[in-house]
């Protein structure tokens, strides 16, 4: 499903990503862990075409980023959902014109109750039907998680990315929210790339963990081999931690 092959890619003089392949499989749970200012963030934007890659190429199914014109790329991320940091949602926009976004801010708008019976099927999924016409002031911070993957599922992506899913929430509200993420991925056999320094999330969401150094990635590891891990870096990373 992603191949990524010997991608490099510079801001100014610093080199981000530095030869980093990695080939993800139909269906794969992984997460992508490594400390501030690793390159995780810029891996997604490099995966979505919000930014190019200076060498190397990046392959979704059998379609290469390198070359595609907008036209293309807007065909591409119809088949990628991106579940942003801290849900990102549009505080006018009730829940269910959220949900909807992406499906009313196209070429090729389907009809209204098309959209609406759709918005009505993600919020079922997440567990949050009944709350279309809520705002976002109006929920809590798992509630405005959950509806943030409503609406990256919307257009039934192949591919969803999430972003730090379970930054700022207690305990128990990301517990629901890895549940969630791992039940769904499963379920809708979607191919799930997580990025997070949450153990819990690390450990709960992936089948494996890509941790990202000086550029590259380490060997993977599972959550129940990364306790044990004999690579010094990763073994740095999370001393006294894990």
Avoid: W
């Avoid at 926009?93 to 196209?106: H, I, P, Q, W």
């Avoid at 306790?227 to 740095?236: D, E, F, I, V």
């Amino acid at each position: 499903m992603i191949n990524i092959r010997q991608i490099s890619k510079r801001f100014g003089q610093k080199k981000i990503i530095n030869d980093l392949s990695l080939q993800i499989e139909d269906g794969e749970r992984a997460c992508i862990i490594g400390p501030s200012g690793c390159g995780k963030s810029t891996l997604l934007k490099l995966l979505t075409g919000l930014s190019k890659v200076d060498s190397g190429d990046i392959l979704i199914g059998d379609q290469s980023l390198t070359n595609l014109d907008e036209e293309g790329l807007y065909k591409l991320r119809k088949n990628i959902g991106f579940a942003f940091q801290s849900s990102a949602l549009f505080d006018s926009l009730n829940v269910e014109k959220n949900v909807g976004f992406s499906l009313c801010e196209t070429p090729d708008r389907a009809s209204d109750s098309l959209i609406l019976d759709r918005v009505q099927e993600m919020l079922d999924l997440v567990g949050m039907s009944g709350f279309e016409k809520a705002m976002p002031s109006d929920l809590s911070g798992g509630q405005q998680r959950r509806i943030g993957l409503a609406r990256a599922l919307a257009n039934r992506p192949k591919i969803v990315l999430y972003d730090e899913p379970t930054t700022g929430l207690d305990p128990q509200l990301c517990s629901n929210i890895e549940d969630l993420i791992t039940n769904l991925s499963k379920k809708l056999n979607l191919t799930s790339i997580v990025i997070s320094h949450q153990i819990s999330t690390m450990l709960r969401t992936s089948e494996k963990i890509y941790f990202m150094h000086e550029g590259r990635f380490l060997k993977p590891e599972s959550p129940e081999s990364i306790r044990n891990s004999t690579q010094a870096p990763l073994h740095a990373f999370f001393k006294g931690v894990l």
